[in-house]
């Protein structure tokens, strides 16, 4: 029987929250018991959202995908419920303000890819592979997967990822925008390390609600998305970032941002924002 997959939370600094999945024999599987410790763990980030979170594992594998004796006791009731709790779960990932990162060190299958199409970023060591085999067993990616890729990827390369079922190397993945940026087996840890740093420049309100506008923007029209845009922008206005960030670029110093914490419960819009307009 396959170790049981362990997943942790642990926080460095109060600006990187790390998940981390482990296991004995070194292959992490996404079992039910899994991913109810992982949602668990969610509900903690959320409270207290960092600046970065940040999805690692150690061992064989990043992670190889669900528990295939659950899913092969399902039936045509229980699969959809065991979808929509898949698919609950990983919106928990996009719906968060904070940046959040897939660092990809071992090959990433199913569950884990679909995981990682959740998140904002994903970064491959040069040796991982990373795909969606559904087609393989009988299915298709039913936790957010398909229809992520879809909408991330775009249907050439969606198509590409789904239908093929096969688990591509880091640079293909590179190559159809499922990886954000690859890096040498041996320098992984310190590579992403270096960009999480850099990702560290951003302003967690503006990220915040520009992360907000590319959820909500696949459902406007051009009209709608530009009164969106508009409407965030001026947002930014109502706390300290815009005049922080642009007194640190001129006096060529870094920025210090206050906490995503503080930035929690923005003003709502307002009947004067409501209506506005591109026009106006």
């Known amino acids: 029987m396959q170790p049981e997959t362990q997943v942790e939370l642990t926080s460095t600094e109060q600006e990187i929250f790390r998940i981390r999945f482990s296991s004995e024999g070194g292959i992490q599987i996404l079992s039910e018991e899994v991913c109810r410790q992982l949602g668990q763990l969610l509900k903690v980030v959320a409270k207290r959202p ?3 979170l940040v999805f690692e594992a150690t061992g064989r594998t990043f992670l190889a995908g669900a528990e295939l004796r659950e899913l092969a006791a399902l039936d045509r009731r229980a699969a959809r419920r065991y979808s929509r709790r898949g698919q609950k779960l990983f919106r928990k990932i996009a719906e968060l303000p904070c940046l959040t990162v897939a660092a990809i060190h071992a090959p990433c299958a199913g569950g884990g890819c679909e995981m990682s199409l ?41 198509r590409r990822l789904i239908l093929s079922g096969e688990l591509l190397p880091a640079a293909e993945a590179l190559q159809i925008g499922l990886a954000d940026a690859v890096f040498p087996a041996a320098e992984f840890p310190a590579a992403v390390d270096a960009r999480l740093k850099r990702l560290l420049r951003c302003a967690p309100g503006a990220v915040a609600s520009a992360k907000r506008f590319l959820s909500e923007g696949h ?29 640190a670029f001129l006096n060529k110093r870094d920025a210090v941002w206050p906490t995503l914490e503080a930035k929690r419960n923005p003003p709502e819009k307002g009947a004067d924002e409501s209506a506005e307009s591109v026009e106006s």
């Open 50 to 52: 960092p600046r970065i």
């Open 219 to 247: 459902h406007l029209d051009l009209t709608d998305l530009l009164v969106e845009e508009s409407r965030l922008f001026g947002r930014c206005y109502a706390g300290d970032e815009p005049a922080e960030g642009i007194a």
């Open 118 to 158: 959740a998140c904002d970023f994903r970064f491959l060591a040069d040796t991982a592979r990373i795909g969606l085999p559904e087609v393989t067993l009988g299915i298709i990616p039913g936790w957010g997967g398909a229809a992520r890729a879809l909408r991330v990827l775009g249907p050439v390369a969606a």
